[in-house]
Each structure stands twice: as C-alpha cells, then as structure tokens.
C-alpha cells in the first residue's frame, strides 16, 4: 500500500511550549489528511478533517486554536499543539486519503506526546 | 463520532487456534475495513470489504458482512504469536459528495500464546 510519513514518532515538551508533528504523504497526492487522538487502550477519536489549500474541518469538542492544522500541500499536513498541557499527552495518529471518492485511507506511524 | 465496535474486547489464545474478532456498526455503508495495530504503532490496513460482498479472503484473513444485520467478523485461522495486535474495523460515514471518513470502534485486543 502507499506510505504515510509521520514525524516524530516521539516528542517530549514542556508545559506551555508548542510542538508541531509532520504528516508525509511519500508515493501518493494526499488531498484529504485526517487526524486522530488516540488515549491508552481506547479508540481512534478523529479530531479533524484536513483538505489541500483549505482550513481544516475539527470535530466537535476540539479546539482548533490549540490544535492547529495545516495542509499547505497535497503532501504534508501538520498538527501543531500550541500552548501544550499535560492532559495534552497521547498518541497522535494522522492518515491520508488520495482521492475524495477513494475509499481507501493510509495511516502514519504514529506520534507519542508527553508532555511534562 | 465513532460507528464500528469491536467485540471481543480482548481475546487470548494459544498459537494455531483460530481468532474471530466482530464488529457492529450504525448506519449504512459503502464499505468496511480492517486494520491492525500493533502496541503503540500506527495502524495497518488488512481488508477492505464492499458492501455487495459477503466474503472476502487474503491469506489467513476471512472477513465477512452482513449488511442486514450490519456487522462484520474477522478470522485469523491458525494464529501466530506475531498476529498479537489491537484489531479495529472502520466505516466510511459519507459526507454529501461521497467522501470517506474512517472512524474506528474501540478495537479487540488479541493475545496469541506461543
């Protein structure tokens, strides 16, 4: 199948500061990238919808100024946590989808937040 | 919001033995997948399964749906210790155009002893 990046795979920040995680779509045009959360043991929980050279679709509940998405290019979406917070910490995982009508969506590696 | 649930939640069993992991879903469907996801990795994608079939096979994989009843099953016949994994379905919610969204029930955690 076809290769999603995720970069880093894990990141330890400080209270407060901003970390931004990388989404690369390696063999393929990614016009869709979605974004998800995952918690110990739980589901995947999609936080946002993300388009090429469009602003993100969050789901309910997220905070789109502390989570910001941007998919400047039809290879790379970024996640940026701003001001991050200790219940910040989890397991981000971003996914790609080539086409609108494909049914088909690739998934990262993953990337592990601590926050501390 | 998620559609698919898994269930069992946890399955343990010892190596040849056959695992078969079910998931319910909500609303209707263009197509069910399977991924897999080892312990803090990222997901895999097994199976996709469209919703005018009842069987699907890739390898040790069977998957099959129901769409009257709207649930599917994944068998993994004669396991191996390195089929132990978090298995989750997903199915696509269409928004108007028909964009596939993947949204994920809670996954069954599988187990195989060696």
């Known amino acids: 199948g076809a290769v999603v990046s995720q970069h880093p795979s894990r990141v330890i920040c400080k209270s407060g500061t901003s970390v931004k995680i990388e989404c690369r779509s390696l063999?393929?045009?990614?016009?869709?990238m979605f974004w998800y959360r995952q918690f110990p043991k739980q589901s995947l929980m999609l936080m946002a919808t993300?388009?090429?050279?469009?602003?993100?679709?969050?789901e309910q509940g997220v905070e789109k100024d502390k989570f910001l998405i941007n998919h400047a290019s039809l290879t790379l979406s970024t996640l940026t946590v701003t001001s991050a917070h200790p219940e910040d910490s989890s397991f981000y995982i971003c996914?790609?989808?080539?086409?609108?009508?494909?049914?088909?969506?690739?998934f990262g590696q993953g990337t592990r937040l601590t926050v501390v | 919001s998620q559609q698919g649930e898994e269930d069992p939640q946890a399955l343990s069993i010892q190596e040849g033995e056959n695992a078969t992991m079910n998931c319910s879903y909500k609303t209707s469907i263009n197509n069910l997948q399977w991924y897999r996801q080892n312990s803090g990795r990222g997901l895999v994608h097994l199976i996709l399964i469209r919703s005018n079939e009842r069987e699907k096979h890739s390898g040790r994989l069977r998957v099959t749906l129901d769409t009257s009843k709207k649930s599917s099953s994944l068998l993994i016949t004669a396991s191996r210790a390195a089929d132990t994994a978090s298995y989750f379905c997903a199915t696509g919610p269409h928004a108007s155009g028909g964009s596939y969204i993947p949204t994920f029930g809670r996954g069954t955690s599988l187990i195989v002893h060696p």
């Open positions: 996914s790609a989808r080539a086409g609108q009508r494909n049914t088909e969506a690739f």
């Open positions: 993300s388009n090429e050279g469009s602003k993100a679709t969050y």
């Open positions: 063999d393929f045009q990614a016009t869709t």
